[in-house]
């Protein structure tokens, strides 16, 4: 049981009771390309997963054959010399998406099959908390291919999970990387076959949903906030949000599971 946020349109979304958000890129049609009308559904579904209570996980995931295509190429190609105009406001709504799975407190899970590529795919991949993908995934940049630049963050999460040298291989260049290559570059959580992808996706999230809500989301925050932090200036940080924690009712439950030597129960209080 549940409840269906978003029914239909190009970005579905839907929540069940232990508090697991679905969202569901639906443009298939188009390989998930995303185009301004995507990406306003995208940042709304987004939003309404921050205004949920009680969300645990949100797990991202595509229509059809592929995650992802990255920008709707033939839309583009189709606005001539309206095209920067066009893009002013895709990007800066990518930019919003981007930002808004950041600020979630929940985990954000990419679930990947088919290609992944280009800002809206390849850079969302980049911006997940976590990323399961099929064997048969495949992962493109794209971007500089087009006469274009990275966007989605991947400007500064691409070289903090694969190091500079190989960030900029991988965004000049633009090498289509096997799910393989992938997880060794470090892009990638795991890599499950084809047909495991749904229930291997769904153990990452049981496992997520099954933890400390707080806990997890301030050890989230502090991860990516981290990237662009002095290690001096993030002690203090991290030393002031284990002392919030330790108040919480599911620290003390956590404490007694580990003395009692059972599983814990947390509630989110």
């Not at 606005?79 to 929940?106: I, N, W």
Request: charged share 20%; glycine share 12%; proline share 4%.
């Amino acid at each position: 049981m549940g409840e269906q946020l978003v029914g239909s349109g190009p970005v579905l979304l839907d929540v069940d009771d232990r508090g697991v958000a679905r969202l569901r890129l639906n443009r298939p049609e188009a390989s998930n390309g995303l185009d301004v009308v995507l990406l306003r559904a995208f940042h709304e579904a987004v939003m309404a997963c921050h205004a949920r209570p009680g969300l645990r996980v949100l797990v991202i995931t595509g229509e059809g054959k592929h995650f992802c295509a990255g920008g709707d190429v033939k839309t583009f190609a189709s606005k001539g010399t309206g095209l920067p105009d066009y893009l002013r406001e895709a990007t800066s709504r990518l930019q919003m998406v981007v930002q808004a799975l950041l600020a979630l407190p929940a985990p954000v899970v990419a679930s990947v099959h088919g290609f992944a590529a280009g800002g809206g795919g390849f850079g969302l991949v980049c911006a997940a908390d976590l990323v399961v993908a099929a064997e048969s995934a495949k992962f493109l940049g794209g971007a500089t291919r087009v006469g274009m630049a990275p966007d989605a963050g991947a400007t500064v999460t691409l070289p903090a999970l694969v190091g500079l040298r190989r960030a900029m291989e991988i965004a000049l260049t633009n090498p289509v990387l096997s799910a393989a290559e992938a997880l060794d570059a470090g892009i990638l959580t795991a890599v499950v076959p084809d047909d495991e992808l749904a229930a291997r996706t769904e153990e990452l999230v049981e496992r997520l949903a099954a933890g400390a809500p707080q806990a997890l989301a301030a050890t989230k925050r502090l991860l990516w906030s981290g990237l662009g932090a002095r290690v001096e200036a993030q002690l203090g940080e991290e030393a002031r949000t284990v002392a919030e924690l330790s108040g919480t009712a599911d620290a003390r439950e956590g404490l007694d599971a580990v003395i009692e030597r059972r599983a814990p129960r947390f509630t989110g209080e």
